[in-house]
């Protein structure tokens, strides 16, 4: 009953999300103990939005916006989801910031990207990848001009250079964690206007069980606590499944950890496959190298892999790269193609200085490591780091059988001033005295990038071709990879929240307002 109870108390407070302080909620609860959610649900909704992330709060501000009455859902205790930590950066075509900057731009050029970088045609989904083109660039323009995120109005490439034109920008809070809350509070901000005029409402810990199907299978709601909340629209955006280790072991990824927000369950794909929807890229996801699994599949450390000197050898002991021009691509593409997703990092004591930190936490708490303190304690529980006076034992504590090879070879190249095998010159120092340590390290799960096959609308399709009534999705669960084939772009993530939470909340309110006619 406890559990009950705080699920209540929690939707009370986001009526009033906008208007309250921390301590006001706090003092809001007390009063608030005999109150229950079907009480709470007050208004007859024509959309229902199941995900308070920055897509599912975009879709319920813009679905507000346009006069629809609005219910959303988050599982949470707290809306946001993985935007409040993330960075600032979203990706566009033919925004004013652009424009503004003297860069040409276009839908065309933007596909023409997704294309090129994502390799082919075959890894993407057309339909949508042409939608998401032509319309990102307006959902910038929007969070700018309606919203009123406030933009540092730096236009770059996001570090991916390949890309065809600057077409990336940012928050006032850039790039680095944290900056994403610029959008949030701006949208929270206009959230707050369509609660109070008793148009929206917002619940927190109020998590959806399935979706409500008529005897045609079309959606005509949602269920939670064995109760049904019926609505014309129903909006899905409840993130990945990047926290799921039943979704990630069902598409053969092993030997992983996660760095996704523990609700990224997966709940919306089971929602979708309920509704016989095609499922679309989701062997595909977007990884990063070098976590160390000390906390399971939690990330919760990461090895510095650009480490001055280090360099990575595979289970064969086999060097893998250029280590310090590799990037984000080029890591991914390392870790991936080994044996088990494991690859090495050996760096010699000589490497290692107090003021270079070997070791990063990955958790919001996270605080600076001291690299003999971390290091020792790795070495104490023998799994993830190793630790020998010379190559030839440090091989063999790890089982690497060329490692002592590729280290005599890239020592003789280094003495000669040339790296023969991958042309890498900078850091160029040799392995010529130990002690020699070995960090054993696997990929980090960002974002997974598969995703609920939809059309232009955002509808949601099965397998069979049909559209399944009434349904539409925005954000993560989209999937990248259907947008932006098997790469990563700058800002698509954030991108694919708003755009396709403004899509949605659009095509949800146009079938609204045609079934109640």
């Known amino acids: ?23 006001d909620l706090n003092s809001s609860s007390e009063k608030s103990t005999t109150a229950k959610l079907q009480d709470l649900v ?15 709060c975009t879709a319920a501000l813009r679905a507000s916006e346009l006069g629809a009455r609005v219910v959303l859902f988050e599982q949470s205790d707290k809306l946001g989801g993985s935007a409040n930590t993330a960075g600032g950066s979203i990706s566009g075509a033919g925004f004013k910031m652009q424009k503004e900057a003297g860069i040409e731009d276009s839908p065309d050029k933007f596909y023409n990207d997704f294309i090129t970088m994502g ?27 309606y919203v009123g995120v406030k933009f540092n109005g730096k236009v770059d490439s996001g570090g991916y250079l390949t890309m065809n034109t600057n077409r990336v920008t ?27 005029k008793g148009t929206t409402q917002l619940f927190v810990n109020s998590k959806v069980e399935s979706l409500l199907f008529n005897k045609n299978k079309d959606v005509i709601g949602v269920v939670m606590n064995g109760k049904e909340y019926k609505a014309p629209s129903v909006i899905i955006a409840t993130g990945g499944y990047g926290y ?31 509704a016989g929807a095609a499922l679309d890229n989701m062997d595909y996801c977007s990884c990063y190298g070098g976590s160390v699994p000390v906390s399971g599949f939690q990330a919760s450390l990461r090895c510095n892999i650009n480490y001055n000197g280090a360099i990575w050898v595979n289970t064969s002991g086999e060097r893998l790269f250029n280590e310090p021009v590799a990037s984000s691509m080029d890591k991914r593409t390392v870790w991936r193609t080994t044996d088990q997703n494991i690859v090495y990092i050996i760096v010699s004591e000589k490497m290692i200085s107090d003021d270079k930190p070997l070791f990063s936490g990955m958790m919001s708490n996270s605080k600076p490591f001291d690299n003999k ?34 280290v005599t070879k890239y020592n003789s190249d280094i003495a000669s001033g040339k790296d023969t095998v991958f042309g890498r010159t900078k850091n160029l120092l040799t392995f010529d005295k130990g002690p020699y340590y070995a960090i054993y390290t696997v990929p ?41 084939g098997h790469n990563t772009i700058g800002g698509i993530g954030h991108s694919l929240c708003t755009t396709w939470g403004r899509i949605s909340a659009e095509s949800a309110v146009k079938n609204s307002l045609v079934l109640k006619k």
């Open 244 to 274: 799921s280790e039943k979704w990630l072991k069902e598409f053969n990824f092993t030997n992983i950890t996660s760095n996704d927000p523990n609700t990224a369950i997966g709940s919306g794909y089971d929602f979708a496959r309920s």
């Open 119 to 145: 390799g082919g045609e075959k890894n993407l989904n057309k339909v949508i990848a042409r939608k998401h083109a032509e319309e990102s660039g307006n959902a910038i323009d929007w969070l700018q001009d």
């Open 373 to 406: 303190e971390k290091l020792n304690e790795l070495l104490s529980e023998g799994k993830y780091a190793f630790k020998a006076d010379t190559i030839s034992e440090l091989s063999k504590m790890i089982n690497t059988k060329n490692l002592v090879n590729t």
């Open 444 to 484: 980090y799960l960002m974002m997974t990038a598969g995703g609920p096959r939809i059309n232009a609308d955002g509808q949601l399709m099965r397998a069979d071709g049909s559209k399944v009534g009434n349904c539409y999705l925005a954000g993560e669960i989209i999937g990248s990879a259907n947008v932006a």
């Open 170 to 196: 940012y928050t006032a809070g850039g790039a680095a964690s944290g900056g994403a809350r610029y959008f949030l509070e701006a949208i929270y901000s206009k959230l707050d206007e369509f609660v109070k």
């Open 42 to 56: 007050t208004i007859k909704p024509d959309v229902i939005v199941v995900g308070g992330g920055l897509a599912g």
């Open 1 to 23: 009953m406890k559990k009950i109870v705080f699920l209540v108390l929690s939707a009370f407070i986001l009526l009033f999300i906008g208007c309250t302080t921390d301590k």
